[in-house]
């Protein structure tokens, strides 16, 4: 079984500033790693995943994300936000033959102009 | 390319009735997912079908039902509805229920239980 933690649940961050939202996950066997957004009144879209090999992974928007094993977590990262960046973050798990993501709470991130 | 769509976008029921939800996947996928997501919590996974058979289910009790249809469209049935109920219904498409392969999500039912 896996479950995932998201210490934050609202982050408010400056336009332009940096910014990091935490995930942390327990999981019995190797991990498939997540990071989803949902915009306002909208379904979730995948921002990046993590499967194997390089720990620093890149996916949309300008978003990345660090594989820790030894600290069991996948932080998200963005160097400079913008006001579209408003939304629900979520971080999810899933490990080799399991057929269901298991979702964080979610963490809102408000960009202040 | 059509992306996966829902139906209804919003319902309105109350307790003990019935309800069917609706989920066309994306072209060319095989596997749907469904899952609820209560107001302020992340999405709680139902359960999955491919190729029109169930696999894999969540905590979930019976009287929460599904379906795929031979063009892998798919309903999610709830019965005895109850106030706790109340949530965003979320369906996710992928190309194969493989667990590393991208699930595409629709934009999701809200339904209200009164």
């Known amino acids: 079984a896996q479950s995932v933690t998201q210490l934050d649940s609202q982050v408010p961050v400056f336009e332009e500033a940096p910014v990091e939202l935490r995930c942390n996950y327990s999981?019995?066997?190797?991990?498939?790693l997540f990071w989803y957004v949902q915009y306002p009144n909208q379904g979730l879209q995948l921002l990046l995943k993590y499967l194997s090999g390089s720990t620093l992974v890149k996916g949309i928007n300008g978003f990345e994300a660090e594989f820790n094993k030894s600290q069991t977590s996948f932080h998200l990262r963005k160097p400079s936000v913008h006001i579209s960046d408003t939304a629900e973050y979520f971080c999810a798990v899933t490990g080799f033959g399991n057929e269901k993501l298991t979702f964080g709470t979610g963490t809102r991130l408000t960009i202040i102009p | 390319e059509t992306g996966v769509t829902q139906s209804p976008t919003h319902l309105i029921k109350t307790r003990g009735q019935q309800v069917t939800l609706r989920c066309s996947s994306q072209?060319?996928?095989?596997?749907v997912s469904w899952y609820q997501q209560a107001l302020g919590q992340g999405p709680q996974f139902i359960f999955q079908y491919y190729r029109e058979e169930e696999n894999g289910r969540g905590n979930f009790p019976p009287r929460f039902s599904g379906l795929q249809f031979p063009n892998y469209s798919s309903e999610l049935n709830v019965n005895a509805l109850e106030l706790d109920d109340s949530a965003l219904y979320l369906c996710?498409?992928?190309?194969?229920?493989?667990?590393?392969?991208?699930?595409?999500f629709g934009p999701g039912t809200r339904l209200t239980v009164l």
């Open positions: 996710a498409s992928s190309l194969v229920p493989s667990s590393y392969n991208e699930q595409f």
């Open positions: 999981s019995s066997v190797s991990v498939y």
């Open positions: 072209s060319g996928h095989n596997t």
